[in-house]
């Protein structure tokens, strides 16, 4: 395994996508947006496209930059600092992850469009409150020589601009994973207003037919394709939620430095002192984890549920802490929409439930670990 | 595979070869518990042959010390080929041949801070298993605030004259020498007058006595010098800029403490652990309590990992081991309660079939004062690491 520390490659892309996110999508970028009620930023898509970020998980001969897991994760650890935002994480983590487990034409030409920034996917796996696929319901039953597919998702993050679905339903003997244009007869999306403002839709599936080709992978193994690419942007969205720590505890530590009350900075006062230092513990020890996840993943993928579950419980609890105390500690403002604290708290909130929360991801490292 | 990856395989080869010809069978039980650590020194009583055959032989290739120099009686290991040491070891059982003082603080501090002729005259008999090294940094009126400490070593020619009394010194009744912290200029500010000063044991005038534990046992000793003549040959570093030394032995300290989260169970699972006891993990409150400290417990150890990918790429890690040594010992803390709770009565017999568990948990509660209370680590971070006012 290759160390925990980041290659001078990484180093490179990560302080590339610091420098463009500073100027093309601060938090205040992500402000504009939400107060215009808009959830994706056609011109910063296309961008992140030109600049290889959608391709990082495309094979070079596909078009893309094939830079690897790791380097994903660096990508959207950064998009989380200043909660930038795009569909990268459905789109180009978990859609190509998955099209990449398939060698056909189709999914070659699918990996192209990501990484040319061309098309959107969303990832309509949930139907419950809590990220179960194996509980899947939503049917698609056999049909001629297709299928017909009946029923609902939920929290389909990315759903309302999607250009495509991967869509996971029961068939005959298991599950199957299909990838269906947003747009077929039948499909009827209603955008999700969630708490963090961004992108998701509940999907209605009524009677939509769908052919042998829409079967992304083999029929009744849905895992084979969805598993490694679940992972994947399960890791992607730990490193997420980490630059999201990251980000909220910058701003909690500086406004210890320079708010004074009863005549001295704040950050004079032990009690705060001490929780600040526990805080950035919690997130050095979850930032090992963040990288293991990303060199496992390139390295030994077929082993790698410990410890991408690992880095998703870490990154929940870590991100829970750093925005409940970036909240308190500054006081009042914090609770003001025109700070941008609360925002990191909300983003924090939809990130941890979104493919599995910290129970979901501790349960799995218990089973891995012989419990 | 690239020319350094072959080599190093070809060293796993060598060592896997070397091991399975010197490793007694008995030393291959991967027994870690209190009866099973040598702690070498003058006075040491092996409990078998074979425990004497395997540090002579490990201490012959430098392996009881694997990243010391060569010189001074390592065995000149960079960290690939340490982990591959490690892991072959593991593979087989093996016992750690050598545990002590000596290796995890004293050495540290001498190849950063003492001269060629005090790594050569000190470092090879403590590879070796030969002298047992104590600690004598706190004193009864500084504990947290170690720079406080009182000690005074006047000069006299080429002699200091020690007077004071150390408290906590672990294990100062059996061990051959002493490294202690002594203040040297009374007039100087607190950490400007202090100097490291290597003390045997058996100078007239050193007493100690052990201090019992709420666990039942003595680890601690206090230690008294009574007009205690000691060499000025013996001052690590300069004198008068002790805290220098002390201050860089307390960073190992600290690592050797923290334990690394995944070392505290022998690497296994605390749930498995748990499972054995009786009662187990059915207790759904028990159960998901373990699995949170198992979560915490592997990213603590993958951050261990992390840091020293970061020593051996040259950019050190600093204040940074404070953060270990608190998550660590808070860590350990938090299995043993665990452990303890999993156990219920059959836990509370100091003897009983979990053997010493119940003296282990009480010890642990230790591990977060010793080398620096977890308060202090917090200060130290928000100091030095994130720059808060003072």
């Known amino acids: 395994m290759s160390t925990l520390l980041l290659t001078e490659d990484e180093t490179m892309l990560q302080d590339a996508a610091r420098g463009f996110l500073d100027g093309a999508a601060p938090v205040s970028h992500f402000r504009k947006l939400r107060d215009a009620g808009q959830t994706h930023d056609a011109k910063l898509w296309a961008e992140m496209a030109q600049m290889g970020w959608t391709g990082v998980l495309v094979p070079e001969e596909a078009g893309g930059s094939d ?5 994903a994760c660096v990508l959207a650890g950064e998009m989380g600092k200043t909660l930038a935002t795009s569909p990268f994480i459905s789109t180009a983590v978990i859609a190509a992850t998955a099209l990449r487990q398939v060698a056909t034409d189709r999914a070659r030409d699918a990996l192209g469009a990501i990484a040319a920034g061309d098309v959107i996917y969303g990832l309509a796996v949930d139907e419950g409150h809590k990220h179960n696929p194996e509980g899947t319901q939503l049917e698609a039953h056999a049909d001629g020589n297709g299928f017909r597919l009946s029923g609902t998702k939920g929290f389909v993050v990315d759903g309302g601009n999607a250009d495509r679905l991967l869509v996971l339903a029961r068939t005959g003997a298991g599950l199957t994973l299909f990838d269906l244009p947003a747009d077929r007869n039948g499909i009827t999306r209603t955008v999700q207003s969630l708490v963090d403002a961004r992108d998701a839709a509940t999907v209605t599936f009524d009677n939509v037919q769908a052919t042998g080709d829409d079967v992304l992978g083999a029929v009744d193994d849905a895992m084979t394709v969805l598993k490694p690419a679940l992972e994947a942007g399960q890791a992607a969205l730990s490193a997420e939620m980490l630059g999201l720590s990251a980000g909220a505890f910058a701003m909690t530590v500086g406004y210890l430095k320079e708010r004074k009350q009863f005549g001295v ?3 004079r006062f032990q009690a705060l002192q001490h929780r600040a230092a526990h805080l950035w513990s919690e997130t050095e020890i979850t930032l090992s984890a963040v990288r293991h996840a990303g060199r496992k993943l390139d390295e030994d993928p077929a082993n790698a549920t410990l410890a991408v579950s690992l880095a998703k419980a870490r990154a929940a609890q870590t991100a829970k802490l750093a925005v409940i105390e970036g909240v308190q500690m500054h006081g009042g403002i914090g609770m003001t929409d025109d700070f941008d604290m609360g925002f990191f708290m909300k983003r924090a909130r939809v990130a941890t439930e979104w493919l599995g929360d910290y129970g979901y991801h501790a349960a799995k490292v218990a089973a891995a670990r012989g419990f | 595979m690239s020319m350094s990856d072959d080599a190093l395989e070809t060293f796993r080869t060598e060592v896997r070869t070397w091991l399975e010809e010197n490793c007694p ?4 039980d991967g027994a ?13 009583k092996f409990t078998s042959d074979a425990q004497k055959l395997w540090l002579d032989r490990m201490a012959a290739k430098g392996w009881t010390v694997p990243t010391w120099p060569v010189e001074y009686g390592g065995g ?5 080929h340490h982990k591959i040491l490690f892991e072959e070891m593991r593979a087989i059982g093996a016992r750690v041949p050598l545990q002590s003082f000596g290796i995890w603080m004293l050495g540290p501090a001498l190849l950063a801070f003492g001269s060629h002729e005090q790594k050569l005259q000190y470092l090879p008999p403590i590879a070796r298993g030969e002298v047992r090294w104590c600690q004598g940094y706190s004193e009864p009126g500084a504990g947290s605030d170690l720079a406080s400490v009182q000690t005074k070593a006047d000069s006299d020619g080429d002699h200091y004259i020690v007077n004071g009394q150390k408290i906590w010194t672990s294990y100062a009744d059996k061990a051959d020498c002493i490294f202690a912290l002594v203040r040297t200029d009374r007039d100087a500010p607190k950490h400007l007058g202090i100097t490291f000063l290597l003390i045997d044991m058996e100078t007239p005038g ?7 534990l709420i666990s039942g046992k003595s680890p601690f000793c206090e230690t008294f010098f009574d007009d205690v003549h000691v060499p000025k040959a013996n001052v690590v570093g300069t004198e008068n800029r002790g805290w220098d030394v002390a201050k860089h032995l307390l960073t190992h300290e600290r690592e050797m403490i923290s334990g690394g989260g995944q070392g505290l169970l022998g690497g296994r699972p605390l749930g498995v652990v748990l499972n054995e006891q009786e009662g187990g993990l059915t207790d759904p409150v028990l159960r998901a309590e373990a699995m949170g400290c198992e979560v915490d417990a592997l990213a603590v150890a993958l951050t261990l990992e992390r840091y020293k990918d970061q020593a051996e790429s040259g950019g050190g890690v600093g204040d940074a081991s404070a953060m270990l040594k608190y998550a660590g010992t808070e860590l350990n803390k938090r299995r043993h309660e665990l452990m303890m709770s999993a156990g219920g009565s059959d836990a509370l017999e100091w003897d009983g079939k979990y053997g010493g568990l119940a003296s282990d948990w009480l010890r642990t509660k230790a591990n977060s004062i010793e080398g620096g209370t977890s308060e202090v680590m917090l200060s130290i971070i928000s100091r030095r690491v994130l720059g808060l006012p003072t």
């Open chain 1, 67 to 71: 830079m690897g897991h790791a380097a």
């Open chain 2, 25 to 28: 069978p008995e030393m291959r």
């Open chain 1, 265 to 267: 900075e704040i950050g």
């Open chain 2, 32 to 44: 870690s518990g209190e009866d099973a650590i040598v702690w070498g020194g003058r006075n040491w």
């Open chain 2, 206 to 212: 050193v007493t100690t006595k052990p201090i019992r």
């Open chain 2, 76 to 80: 000149g290991l960079d960290r690939a």
